[in-house]
């Protein structure tokens, strides 16, 4: 081969190889500068991304990634020019005059910035892209006012008013316009009314706020106005039970009944939430009108177990100021809706004979005889009913509740046979017989067998949300306190708490008192006291609970955990039972003020507005 062959051979390798190798080398810097730029090495980026653009000016992302070093140095007049010589390529991008309009704004230039964004509209002022690619640069620089309006011009150049509804719902409520945000979610509902659960959960990152939630009630109301439409009452009752105004919603929801011709189903449906939610008395009517409108046959009986749950509720809500004060026994107007409650079981019981209806109401009539009235025998009949039941959920809960029955009756023998038949039930629930468990060991307690409770209490799983894991992480605790230091003693007490299981108080309080003369050292005399305050208040001795109290309060002064229990009971007492409203409001802030991180003082500054009538 001549050398000039050669020659020419050799040249074309090496235009072949050239590009090939450049272009390697390229993408090699266009990583490295990446890496530089992730890692927040802007400045080598800078020097990289520089050296590429030169190269090759028409590539964007080496543009692109000159841009954003240059912005992160802070060099904006630089970035501003760089856009500038992009657009000289490419004059008519309407990207392009938003980086720019960015540029200018981050280098102060606020009145540039608004000539380069109103160019980028100008490049396609028909064109809705062209708006939103504009909003969104204004948005990302926090300018919300103005990206509000240039999606609103949008509607007018476009001649679309249904132009960017979502956007500019979101964009208002992040602005605190939750009057525009609900008006623009209106619109949206009017063009696509399935999506009224949609609209909801996007209102609802809002609607926590009263003042947002007040002010969407406004627009939806006035809306109404205007239109009969089904989804805006909807979307109204749903705004209405948000804020707790169930009142109002159960308005709403029966003309939502009579518009949807529903028969009952809407207020059935208001009525399970306003249920789930506490609102015992709302539901309790809802229920009823339910039931009245009439509900279909098959919707029936779980309205009217509902409403007979609801009655039984509102009866426990009229106890709380006594439970909360200790004292024995239903008021008045509990004992009537008590009875009512029960009433209502029971003819849930005759309609509906053998079926889960049924079981499950004799279970709350059961409930109602055993925690209102503590008729031991006609609860036992009640539960031993549920019992023999073909519903083996309700039967093995039953079989819980017979249990105690026997233990208040002092059958413990008997007690613990039904709690061991529970906890070796195979198809019983964990939590069922985790419940067993715990009340087998309050038996063997009672019965002065401390090593055996506390080996079944560590076999307890304990579920903190159920109503007895506090009941039983506290036994436990006493128990591995006491237990090998004061047996002789723990057995008095133990026997005292029986009594008092069975509503034996008197006893229970003489054989307290026995035991803190007996053993004055023992390490659990205040919780002696306080167990001694607790059933004279029981027992209507409120003068010598007060005593009580405030022995254990001077008496164990240092020594105590129990000190603002005993404060926070003494007000109670004078409060709920005495009725001496300025012993009470004394009490309450002697508790705030001897023991300011106590569990009790949102309970007693809570009660302290109230007496004062301030409170809201």
């Not at 500019?168 to 619109?187: C, H, K, N, P």
């Not at 009866?315 to 006594?322: E, F, N």
């Not at 053998?354 to 009539?365: D, L, M, N, P, V």
Request: hydrophobic fraction near 45%; aromatic fraction near 10%.
């Amino acid at each position: 081969m001549s050398g000039r062959v050669v020659a020419v051979v050799t040249m074309t390798i090496v235009v072949l190889v050239c590009p090939a190798m450049q272009a390697q080398d390229a993408s090699a810097k266009f990583r490295l500068a990446q890496s530089y730029e992730q890692g927040g090495d802007f400045e080598n980026a800078l020097t990289l991304y520089r050296e590429l653009y030169a190269r090759e000016p028409s590539n964007y992302m080496y543009f692109d990634g000159l841009r954003r070093s240059l912005l992160q140095l802070k060099r904006y007049d630089e970035a501003a020019g760089l856009i500038r010589h992009r657009l000289g390529m490419y004059p008519n991008d309407a990207n392009l005059f938003c980086l720019l309009g960015g540029a200018l704004y981050q280098a102060g230039n606020e009145r540039e910035a608004d000539a380069a964004w109103e160019k980028a509209i100008a490049t396609e002022p028909t064109n809705p892209n062209a708006y939103r690619l504009v909003a969104n640069s204004l948005l990302e620089h926090r300018l919300l006012d103005k990206g509000a309006a240039v999606f609103k011009r949008a509607r007018i150049a476009c001649n679309d008013p249904t132009l960017f509804t979502l956007d500019l719902a979101q964009l208002l409520a992040v602005s605190m316009d939750y009057a525009g945000a609900t008006t623009e979610f209106l619109r949206y509902l009017e063009q696509a009314p399935m999506q009224l659960l949609y609209v909801q959960n996007r209102m609802a990152q809002f609607t926590a706020k009263e003042e947002a939630r007040n002010e969407a009630i406004l627009v939806v109301r006035e809306a109404l106005r205007k239109s009969n439409d089904m989804n805006l009452y909807r979307l109204l009752g749903w705004l209405l039970q948000e804020g707790k105004r169930y009142e109002e919603a159960f308005g709403v929801y029966k003309t939502i009944d009579r518009m949807a011709n529903a028969r009952g189903a809407e207020l059935y449906a208001f009525a399970e939430r306003a249920y789930k939610e506490g609102a015992f008395a709302i539901a309790a009517e809802a229920y009823k009108a339910a039931i009245e409108a009439p509900l279909s046959p098959q919707r029936l009986p779980y309205a009217k177990y509902g409403y007979a749950l609801a009655l039984k509720e509102l009866s426990v809500q009229s106890d709380t100021a006594s439970t909360q004060a200790g004292i024995e026994g239903p008021l008045p107007e509990s004992q009537a809706r008590s009875a009512s409650a029960i009433e209502r079981f029971r003819a849930i019981i005759n309609e509906y004979p053998h079926t889960e209806f049924a079981a499950r109401s004799a279970f709350q009539i059961g409930m109602i005889q055993y925690s209102r009235y503590f008729d031991l025998d006609a609860a036992l009949a009640s539960f031993t009913i549920v019992q023999q039941s073909s519903v083996p959920a309700l039967q093995y809960d039953a079989a819980i509740k017979i249990g105690e029955v026997l233990t208040a009756k002092g059958d413990t023998t008997g007690a613990m046979q039904w709690f061991r038949t529970v906890i070796a039930a195979p198809n019983a629930t964990p939590d069922q017989q985790d419940e067993a468990t715990y009340r087998l060991a309050e038996v063997q307690y009672f019965n002065g067998n401390f090593s055996e409770a506390l080996k079944t209490l560590e076999a307890v799983s304990t579920n903190l949300k159920a109503d007895y894991a506090n009941d039983a992480l506290l036994l436990l605790a006493f128990l591995q306190e006491n237990t090998l230091t004061a047996p002789a003693p723990l057995k008095e007490f133990a026997r005292a708490d029986f009594l008092a299981r069975q509503k034996k108080y008197t006893e229970a309080i003489t054989a307290l008192q026995f035991l803190i003369e007996k053993y004055p050292q023992v390490l659990f005399v205040d919780d002696a006291l306080l167990r001694i305050a607790s059933l004279q208040t029981l027992a209507a001795r409120y003068n010598d609970a007060l005593l009580t109290y405030q022995r254990l309060l001077s008496q164990f002064k240092e020594s105590s955990i129990a000190l603002d229990k005993a404060q926070f009971s003494i007000a109670e007492v004078y409060d709920y039972r005495l009725k001496d409203k300025a012993q009470a409001l004394a009490a309450y802030e002697r508790l705030l003020a001897d023991y300011p991180q106590s569990l009790y003082g949102e309970r007693a500054r809570k009660r302290i507005r109230e007496l004062r009538g301030d409170s809201l």
